[in-house]
């Protein structure tokens, strides 16, 4: 039985697992991971004793109830009637209790979720909360966390604890009015004494089940809401779809358009991020995207990505309207780095390789040479195979940088999206990472939301981006020429750096 209860729990995190990964980028926006990791931890490991108890209890008592219920009805009707009077006692008690509790549980799974999403996010930024010597106002928001969560249980297990009784009293009024009729109808000569006493023992048969299925219940109620959170989820529809018949998108030369594209959030429909955005841009361009924050350069690149889609118009890659290709073929030619550089838990070849999943060694070096990325690899104990924590806590900001180019570098895009890092780095290396962005840049159509000069400056176009749109574009010397929205922001951001 415990086989059977881990099977289903197997496929069901399996499940949840792999739906949460097609959802797009506003699912997990919008959420704290530790949330997140709820569902797909907490909430799945409460199914298991709901499953469980299936298998192993309900199914036994509820064919015992049946069957005495069955046997005790051929042998008296009247005696059965009697000694099962107050059973709407008990499926009012339990459509009451189920009510009052369902909302409670709720609210205790919300609590339990607070506590994972806050000690996700604490530990993750402890360095953030050391720093600021922030841990005693830290452990007080835990404290009121965990204070809320055993309130919240507190009140959810009064109601199931208040069912409880309801049973016992009905078995007793039962069990009362069984000997009140059955010693009446044994004085009048209508029940056999063997009868009476079979009666007795059918009795303690039925409520047995009776209570067993009552507590069931209770349990059921309680781990509904797991369940309704997890469906929740498995419910969810991306907005991110690939049409029946999408295609794949062949090798591409890296033409990237922009035909009227308009964009706002799928749940902020009324606000437009981007306005009406044209361009073209031609196989082997760089262009830098520069603006305000907010302005609408991180939309441009992800409607690129099609980690959303534009709300009207269209975006073409090589004349491909990217809706109607495959997200497989049409993401496994573009190389996304984002500022963060995240790098996962294992080895340094592995966090490579994961760029492209069938990379040789050969392959994985001479990427990370290209990008100068080597040289400080070899000089670490086992050179390739040391292991990195997650988000590479010890290795440096500028050794990040370089290990992300590597692993771009070896999935070889014919589109590169880059947004890059602001984090300080030492001279020597900030040289190595702009020589590793010029070997990533070389031949490939890149998009660069810019925070280095050097790049701005050497960018074939820049595009100033400003009020959901394009409001000046051209190369460095033309648009400071202008003096408008791009000289304002270079003289404001680099004025000390001449």
Known sequence: MAKVS????????????????????????????????????????????????????????FL??????????????VLTLSAITAM???????????????????????????ITAFV????????????FTAEKESQEEFSRLVDEHRISFRNAVMIADGFSPTIEISWGIGTFLLYYIGISRLGAGHVGVGTFVAFSTYLSMFWGPVRNLASYYNKLVTNLSAAERIFEVL????????????????????????????????????????????????????????GPTGAGKSTIVHLISRFYNATEGSVRIDGHDIQEVTLKSLRKQMGVMAQDN?????????????????????????????????????????????????????????????????????SNPSILILDEATSSIDTH???????????????????????????????DRIFVINNGGICESGNHEELMEKKGTYYQLYEAQFKNVK
């Open 235 to 290: 419910d969810m529809q991306t907005n991110i779809k690939e049409k029946d018949n999408a295609y794949e998108l062949p090798e591409v030369a890296g033409t990237v358009t922009f035909d009227h594209v308009s964009f706002a959030y799928p749940d902020e429909p009324e606000r437009m991020i981007l306005h009406d955005v044209n361009f073209e841009i031609k196989p082997g361009e760089t262009i830098a995207l520069v």
């Open 6 to 61: 881990n099977r289903v729990l197997l496929v069901v995190r399996e499940e949840l697992y792999a739906h949460i990964q097609t959802l797009g980028f506003d699912f997990f926006d919008s959420r704290p991971t530790g949330k997140i990791l709820a569902r797909v931890i907490g909430d799945v490991n409460s199914l298991k004793d709901v499953i469980h108890s299936t298998v192993t209890q309900l199914i036994p008592d």
């Open 342 to 410: 995240y790098l996962f838990s294992g080895t340094i070849k592995e966090n490579i390789r994961y760029g492209k999943s069938d990379a040789t060694d050969e392959e994985i070096i001479r990427a990370a040479k290209a990008v100068h990325a080597h040289e400080f690899i070899m000089e670490l104990e086992k050179g390739y195979d040391t292991e990195i924590s997650e988000r590479g806590a010890r290795l440096s900001n500028g050794q990040r940088q370089l290990l992300a180019f590597a692993r771009t570098m070896v």
């Open 88 to 114: 709407p006692v008990i499926l009012a008690g339990m459509y009451v209790a189920e009510i009052l509790a369902h909302k409670k549980w709720q609210i205790h799974r919300k609590k339990s979720s607070n």
């Open 429 to 459: 290396t900030e040289i190595l990472v702009q020589e590793g962005i010029e070997s990533l840049l070389k031949g490939r159509t890149s998009f660069i939301i810019a925070h280095r000069l050097s790049t701005i400056k050497n960018a």
């Open 64 to 77: 015992t109830v049946i069957v005495v219920f069955v046997i005790m009805l051929i042998k008296s009707p």
């Open 120 to 131: 996700h996010e604490d530990f993750s930024g402890i360095g953030i909360v050391q720093s």
